[in-house]
């Protein structure tokens, strides 16, 4: 069994690094990478403490709906960002302010 | 005995003694209001009111006679929890004083009408006339001390204003601010002593400091003190020595003016305040009093010997009587100092008057024959007996009073002086002072005899071929009477005995018979030795003398530049280092307001505007939340959320 | 033998550096097989921690579809004239501001913790985790089985009408 600290501050790294992509590039794929980094690090704090119940897959389980639910995310997101690209001709989110107040 | 009810009347007499006292105050509003058009309004009224004054004076004077002292007073101010109170104070004094000011005030009135007849100025020479009349009254019948010393500031005043009233004359101007000047310095001194007087005693009413003083043991130094410096203010307004030399230069006011304040009236408050206030006097302060009369009188007799002017001859013969009334009052005999300064009032005002009728006429003269020459110089003068026969005879009448002739008021006076002299004299310098009151007046005879053959006997000189007539009635009538007054039977019904209805005796032994037969002499051998000195040239010829033993060169020098010294000294301080410390002061002022207009600039004003910079950044700032930049939301979001966690799970 | 979970930490480290490396490059396309390093380190984690069957689903779908699609997205946004597109980097004080605040955060809270508590389960398995999986799905979790299947039918149809051609901007 691997021990539960170390995934857990794995996991921390993961998820604060992939907060980190998230907010400081100017690219709208590169959001989504960061988004996924997140995603992972939850994925691996359930399967880090699903260890405890060897018989019971609840966290695997919980993982694997993380999975598709990322999926989902993933299409439509690029579908929006293909669409977004093609009509504003930039892939930078800062340029992308019709909604500013 | 008291008279009968209805006569003697306190409210009367207050009223009328009120009226003496205001009705020349009315002739002054009269003159002060009416405009220069109509100054022939005032020239009528003031002497018409003098005379309703000296009405209500002698009507009082013969109710209050004979009745002792009668104190009127009323609240004046009060200063935290004493009152002054003004009044007046009737006794047999004050109401004689009210009558002479009266009467001498109304016959220099009347003559005034004609001697400054043509004069510019006449409407405030008669304003002025009744001010000093007022104020000398207000002097008169005070009965406090305060009431005494405001009044006697304005008659020093009214005598400023008089002396210089032909002020397109320096001179006249200067004799007026040297007149002013020496009284005030007597009155500084006259201020202290009164300081002293309510420091000790608590009060000013006369009344009721002659009861304090005689409640006091024995005579105390700051008695004799404030007697001192009482006296120093009688020094100034009496002319003693050294306060004097203001006296001869007065002369350059009108001739009626120096009859009325510098012959009869405001010389003589000086003499009126010490009988007044003679309650207060040690005899330490009165051996100093008789001291200086004596002094004065000496030095100011041999200094008329020597002069040309007539009316400065009469100036110092004014000095050196008050001189023999003051010693009269230093022998504690105030009463022989009272009757010569009464008589001397008459016989002097007479002679200052004939020496104006002399002065009028020649002037006429001058005029109407186009020549020039100065009309008061006695070498001018001469043989004018017969063109002046009128005011020869008046001169003469006044001078024989003046040098002590048998028959005439002068010798009465002057004998009562020599008899308290003599009662007093008990040791050696007293003698001195008795020798030399005799010696002055040997003096009195020979410059008064001096004066009358130098204007009237011998051969005209540069007055030859005028046309000098006597001046008009409106001027002789005044003379006349006063020439009356000279005469002996004014004052007792002896003529050769000063006791009479003005003067008792009660304290000095029988009259002498010896020291009138020895005056009487003495008088005769100094008209003799008169004739013989002056029978060709005067051997008193002497600049000392005439310049009083250069007493103003001395002034000059030594008082009056040092002072001017120091108030240049001052001024230039003042300018230097006050002035300068004002500046600075303005200085650092303006610095102070340029450094709070910086502080107010840079920093009140950028503390405001810092807040405006910080309220447009925290307005951008929560603008830029809804800037449309997706990661800044995520980043607020991210923010919040580990903020909540910290504040709730650590 | 060597304990099995040392090969835990070169997995570890090399999912930590890629994910550094993803935030370090400014570039998309070296961003994308960054993040493919991390996934596949990622499953090989969950190999070591028992759980097999999400490794081999990470591998297949996340590795093999989401980052091939990401791929394909990256070659679609950039306008690659020769010279690839340089990524700027922004709001980076306040990014790491948090970054850093979370993490040690996160670090805190897990050292308040003693998770050894549980008596930890030996190697030895009722089920193979397969099958484990799978019977859960179809009994306990039949629910949010059907919820993700209906979940993905909607992404698939939403993801192809938005990313339908129509105009752009300019036209």
């Known amino acids: 069994m691997l021990p539960v600290h170390h995934l857990l501050i794995l996991g921390a790294l993961l998820f ?67 669409r977004v690209y093609r009509y504003f001709e930039t892939a930078v989110p800062d340029e992308i302010k019709e909604l500013k107040d | 005995m008291p008279e009968p009810a209805s006569l003697y009347n306190p409210a009367t007499l207050q009223t009328f003694a009120l009226l003496t006292l205001l009705l020349p105050l009315v002739s002054f509003a009269v003159g002060a209001l009416v405009s220069e058009r109509y100054s022939w309004v005032v020239t009528l009224c003031a002497p018409f009111l003098v005379l309703l004054s000296l009405a209500t004076a002698i009507y009082t004077a013969s109710v209050q006679w004979g009745h002792g002292n009668l ?13 002054f109170s003004a009044g007046f104070m009737l006794n047999a004094t004050s109401v004689c004083m009210t009558v002479i000011v009266a009467f001498i005030s109304f016959l220099v009135h009347v003559y005034s009408t ?37 009044f006697w500031e304005l008659v020093g005043f009214a005598s400023c204003m008089l002396i210089g009233h032909w002020k397109e004359n320096p001179q006249a101007v200067a004799a007026a601010k040297k007149a002013f000047l020496l009284n005030r310095v007597g009155d500084a001194g006259f201020l202290v002593g009164l300081m002293l007087i309510w420091s000790h005693t608590g009060t000013f009413a006369l009344g009721d400091l002659a009861q304090a003083i005689a409640q006091l043991p024995g005579a105390a130094s700051w008695q004799t003190a404030a007697a001192l410096c009482i006296f120093c203010g009688i020094a100034g307004k009496s002319a003693q020595f050294p306060l004097f030399t203001w006296l001869p230069d007065a002369m350059e006011g009108p001739t009626p003016v120096s009859a009325l304040i510098h012959a009869a009236t405001m010389v003589a408050a000086g003499i009126f305040l010490l009988a007044r206030v003679s309650f207060v006097f040690t005899p330490a302060a009165l051996d100093v009093v008789a001291l200086t009369g004596i002094v004065t009188a000496v030095v100011a007799a041999l200094a008329a ?193 000063c006791s009479g209805w003005f003067l008792q005796f009660p304290e000095l032994p029988a009259h002498h018979i010896t020291l009138t037969i020895f005056s009487t002499a003495w008088v005769i051998l100094a008209v003799v030795a008169a004739r013989f000195i002056f029978r060709e ?88 939340f809804q800037g449309g930049k997706i990661q800044l939301y995520i980043f607020w979001a991210a923010l919040a959320i580990i903020i909540f966690l910290i504040w709730t799970l650590v | 033998m060597i304990d099995a979970n040392i090969l835990f930490y070169p997995f570890a480290l090399l999912a930590a550096v890629s994910a550094v490396a993803i935030l370090v490059v400014r570039n998309v396309f070296y961003g994308a097989l960054w993040l493919l390093t991390c996934l596949l380190s990622v499953a090989a984690i969950y190999v070591l921690a ?34 690839p597109l340089v990524v700027q980097h922004g709001n980076l004080f306040d990014a790491i501001v948090v970054g850093f605040t979370l993490f040690v ?67």
């Open chain 1, 16 to 82: 604060c690094t992939g907060l980190v992509i998230t907010i400081i590039k100017r690219n709208a794929i590169m959001v989504l990478l960061g988004l996924e980094l997140m995603l992972n690090a939850a994925n691996i704090n359930l399967v880090a403490f699903n260890q405890y119940k060897p018989g019971v897959p609840e966290g695997q389980m919980f993982a694997l709906f993380v999975i598709v639910v990322a999926v989902s995310e993933v299409a439509v997101g690029l579908a929006i960002v293909l």
């Open chain 2, 71 to 83: 104190l009127v007073a009323m609240p004046w101010f009060t200063v935290s929890d004493y009152t």
């Open chain 2, 114 to 150: 004609g001697y400054m007849a043509g004069d510019p100025a006449t409407k405030r020479y008669f304003t002025m006339l009744g001010f000093f009349t007022f104020a000398m009254q207000g002097i008169v019948l005070a009965d406090n001390l305060l009431s005494i010393f405001v």
């Open chain 2, 305 to 497: 010997l020597s002069q040309h002017d007539i009316k400065k001859i009469l100036a110092y013969s004014t000095i050196s009587q008050l001189g023999l009334m003051v010693t009269a009052a230093g022998t504690g005999a105030f009463n022989v100092a009272m009757l010569h300064l009464v008589t001397h009032a008459f016989f002097k005002a007479c002679l200052f008057l004939s020496a104006g009728s002399v002065i009028h006429a020649v002037h006429q003269g001058q005029h109407q024959g186009h020549r020039k020459f100065d009309v008061q110089d006695m070498r001018n003068l001469g043989g004018l007996k017969t063109k002046l026969p009128f005011t020869y005879i008046t001169f003469m009448l006044s001078g024989c009073a003046l040098a002590g002739v048998p028959f005439f008021s002068g010798f009465l006076s002057k004998e009562a002086i020599f008899s308290a002299l003599l009662h007093w004299a008990d040791n050696g310098w007293r003698w001195l002072v008795v020798v030399l009151a005799f010696g002055v007046s040997f003096l009195t005879v020979l410059y008064t005899y001096r004066l009358i053959r130098g204007i009237f006997a011998g051969t005209e000189t540069a007055t030859a071929g005028l046309n000098i007539t006597e001046p008009p009635v409106i001027m002789r009538a005044p003379v006349a009477l006063l020439a009356g007054a000279s005469l002996w039977f004014m004052f007792s019904i002896n003529p050769f005995s």
């Open chain 2, 537 to 624: 040239r005067n051997p008193f010829q002497s600049e000392l003398l005439r310049n009083t033993f250069y007493l103003d060169l001395y002034y000059q020098k030594y008082v009056t530049d040092s002072v001017v010294a120091v108030a240049g000294f001052t001024s230039r301080f003042d300018r230097k280092w006050i002035d300068g410390f004002l500046h600075a002061t303005a200085y650092a002022q303006i610095t102070v307001a340029h450094l709070t207009g910086w502080f107010d600039r840079a920093i009140i004003d950028g503390m405001v505007n810092g807040a405006a910079a910080l309220a447009r950044t925290t307005g951008r700032f929560t603008q830029s």
């Open chain 3, 50 to 83: 028992y759980a097999e069957f999400v490794a081999v689903t990470q591998i297949l779908i996340y590795a093999g579809g989401i980052a091939v699609v990401i791929l394909f997205g990256v070659m679609l946004t950039t306008r690659v004239a020769g010279v």
């Open chain 3, 105 to 171: 955060l996160l670090l805190t809270l897990f050292s308040q913790h003693d998770f050894s508590t549980v008596a930890p389960a030996a190697a030895v398995k009722a089920l193979p985790p397969a099958e484990a999986i799978g019977m859960a799905t179809l009994t306990d979790f039949l629910l949010p089985f059907e919820t993700a299947g209906i979940l993905l039918l909607v992404a698939l149809v939403g993801a192809t009408v938005i990313a339908a051609s129509l105009k752009s901007k300019r036209s």
